[in-house]
């Protein structure tokens, strides 16, 4: 579990979750290729899936993971 902050414009290259991700979004907004979060927004990545991320305007966000993640090159 962390909590992280995201400067504006931060971003994490695409990644896979090799476990379940809960993320609680406990200031501004984050976003990826799903969807947009703001504040008070909760959002599950389940093991398997892949995404990328960023933050336009920066965000803290409370996150757990059952397994560390497996970064990606731009092939996959």
């Keep these: 579990m962390a909590l992280l902050r995201y400067a504006p414009g931060a971003s994490v290259p695409r990644h ?3 476990g379940l991700e809960t993320i609680l979004v406990l200031a501004g907004a984050q976003t990826d290729e799903y969807g947009h979060y703001p504040t008070g927004s909760l959002v599950m990545n389940p093991a398997g899936s ?13 996150i757990q993971w059952e397994r560390p993640v497996q970064m990606l090159d731009d092939q996959a």
């Design 16 to 18: 896979r979750h090799m």
């Design 50 to 62: 892949e995404h990328s991320v960023w933050s336009d305007p920066g965000c803290v966000v409370l």
